[in-house]
């Protein structure tokens, strides 16, 4: 019903920047909450930024500072402007939104496919 279709990730060097996007599409009523979560290998997977429909943020104490997460709520789309990057931020990055589907106020969770950032020293 719902797809999320991540763009944006690649490779870059210790301190450079990238952007991620995630657009949603489908039989979307609204979008309560969106958020960008990583895994890196071996690890769980962690929370990164969230942005509500408020307009609220918060960010992981890791890139606090590093990361901007914003929204476009025409295009019902999450980006993630990461900048100053660091090794340590390697991972798979996947947006994940909590979405209301057709005249149904209930909320369900939809998650990107995953776009890698790899980052070098």
């Known amino acids: 019903q719902v797809q999320l279709v991540e763009s944006g990730g690649g490779l870059v060097q210790a301190g450079g920047s990238l952007r991620l996007s995630c657009a949603a599409s489908?039989?979307?009523?609204?979008?309560?909450?969106r958020a960008w979560y990583r895994q890196a290998p071996g690890k769980q997977r962690e929370l990164v930024a969230v942005?509500?429909?408020?307009?609220?943020?918060n960010y992981a104490d890791s890139v606090k500072g590093r990361f901007t997460i914003s929204r476009d709520n025409a295009k019902n789309t999450v980006y993630l402007q990461m900048n100053s990057l660091k090794p340590e931020d390697t991972a798979v990055y996947y947006c994940n939104m909590l979405v209301s589907v057709g005249g149904s106020t209930a909320l369900k969770s939809y998650w990107g496919q995953g776009t890698q950032v790899t980052v070098s020293s």
């Open positions: 489908g039989s979307i009523f609204s979008i309560n909450v």
């Open positions: 942005i509500t429909s408020g307009g609220m943020t």
